[in-house]
């Protein structure tokens, strides 16, 4: 079994590489600007918020925004990563870093699309160690102002957040797409990496999340496959629950704005998990990640409004 661990680690790290005993939602609320939230589960399912409900980390600037939140932990099982949408326009995302989820690095704005003028926004941003290359791959959608194509996902490489190779498009299923996320496992059989988006059409109307699979982290990626959730759905995240996948999302419409979920264990037939999940209420567009024991427990102990 640790060879196998190892194994699947080596093809690609993620959360599923650790050997863990919890699950942790990290989220945000409207409109953004009070900072990033964390939730525990036991179950994977049914997720309690954490520090009694209070953000787990405040913008370091009044005002600041803190949206789409995306943390992972680094390759050598020492410390987290975490992004985060830095604003509605512009061409930055937020970067920070933790070895222990309780005391974090400064906020820092990353420029990553500065060598692109006309570049209209940074959102959702993601990144994922590529352990064959050695560095991390961050991938985000952007849009550009005077064009018409709209979003579509970008992505660059960097091995310290400091330095970054330039921006290049990571896919284009020639419509509009944002909320890009991707999980490395037994997807459809086969040891590969599913990339999950959400189909922004607007005519007609789709707002829905697909998925398409890849024998790398870069792809490339097969035909996109049919929604998988209905309309006005964003924000997908996947997790291992046992035997299943579970694509957890934001659907952002009232009068049923809420988080849902579906699961499956082929990637074929999916079903609502709606009944049996509990999460934080107004939570939005988050990610998820493995923590052990030891490290839920800690998590649990705080009460002081937020982490510094």
């Not at 009070?34 to 036991?42: D, E, M, Q, V």
């Not at 419409?253 to 990637?267: C, L, Q």
């Amino acid at each position: 079994m640790r060879r196998l661990l190892v194994l699947v680690c080596l093809l690609g790290c993620s959360a599923a590489c650790f050997a863990a005993d919890a699950y942790v939602f990290a989220y945000f609320k409207e409109p953004g600007t009070s900072g990033i939230y964390l939730a525990l589960s036991r179950d994977g399912y049914k997720f309690v918020p954490l520090n009694d409900g209070q953000p787990w980390i405040k913008p370091e600037r009044p005002g600041e925004i803190m949206r789409d939140v995306f943390i992972t932990r680094d390759p050598s099982g020492d410390g987290f990563r975490m992004v985060w949408t830095w604003g509605w326009k512009g061409d930055s995302l937020g970067y920070a870093e933790s070895k222990d989820l309780m005391t974090w690095s400064a906020q820092r704005e990353v420029p990553i699309m500065g060598d692109f003028p006309a570049v209209r926004n940074v959102w959702a941003p993601e990144t994922y160690w590529d352990a064959k290359a050695k560095e991390w791959l961050l991938i985000w959608s952007s849009s550009f102002n005077g064009s018409d194509a709209g979003n579509r996902i970008w992505a660059s490489r960097t091995r310290d957040f400091r330095t970054f190779s330039k921006p290049e498009v990571f896919f284009d299923p020639g419509f509009v797409v944002i909320d890009a996320t991707m999980f490395h496992g037994l997807v459809a059989g086969r040891e590969q990496w599913a990339l999950v988006v959400k189909d922004q059409t607007e005519e007609p109307l789709r707002y829905q999340v697909r998925w398409a699979a890849g024998p790398t982290v870069e792809g490339p990626w097969v035909p996109l496959s049919g929604p998988i959730t209905e309309s006005w759905s964003e924000g997908p995240s996947v997790v291992r629950v046992g035997d299943e996948f579970v694509v957890y999302y934001d659907h952002y419409r009232a009068p049923r704005a809420r988080y849902e979920g579906v699961e499956t264990k082929d990637w074929v037939h999916w079903e609502s998990v709606d009944d049996r999940m509990d999460f934080p209420q107004g939570a939005k567009h988050g990610s998820f990640f493995r923590v052990s024991e030891a490290e839920a427990e800690r998590l649990l102990s705080r009460h002081d409004g937020a982490a510094k």
